[in-house]
């Protein structure tokens, strides 16, 4: 079993920064592609960012291409989330997620493990 820990979350004007972690347990961090989802109030849980097993292959959602970069850090079995030019669309609980099979895709069905999420308020 696998627990992520989501972290980092919070309220920020429009335009500017936060970076969110997610720690994981467990000593299998390096074999599992991670990935980034968020949901906002009223919509679907939608895909945001997905990185291998090493961090050498990353996937963006269009809506966030440009402005979000995930990268993970194996000696410390976590993954980031790093967000610029952040809008009010961008308010979402976020959550992080671990796929066993290593292929980081866009669809909620490959992962096997989530976070509780971290809310990320955008103001306008």
């Known amino acids: 079993q696998v627990q992520l820990v989501e972290s980092g979350g919070g309220l920020v004007q429009a335009g500017g920064s936060l970076r969110l972690s997610c720690a994981t347990s467990?000593?299998?961090?390096?074999?599992?592609?991670m990935g980034w989802f968020r949901q906002a109030p009223g919509k679907e849980r939608e895909f945001v960012a997905a990185?291998?097993?090493?961090?050498?292959?990353?996937y963006y959602a269009d809506p966030v291409k440009g402005r979000f970069g995930i990268s993970r850090d194996n000696a410390k079995n976590t993954v980031y989330l790093q967000m610029n030019s952040l809008e009010p669309e961008d308010t979402a609980v976020y959550y992080c997620?671990?796929?066993?099979?290593?292929?980081?895709?866009?669809?909620?069905?490959?992962?096997?493990?989530w976070g509780q999420g971290t809310q990320v308020t955008v103001s306008s």
């Open positions: 997620a671990a796929d066993r099979t290593g292929r980081g895709t866009s669809s909620q069905g490959s992962y096997d493990y």
């Open positions: 467990g000593r299998t961090f390096s074999s599992y592609a």
């Open positions: 990185i291998g097993r090493r961090g050498g292959s990353t």
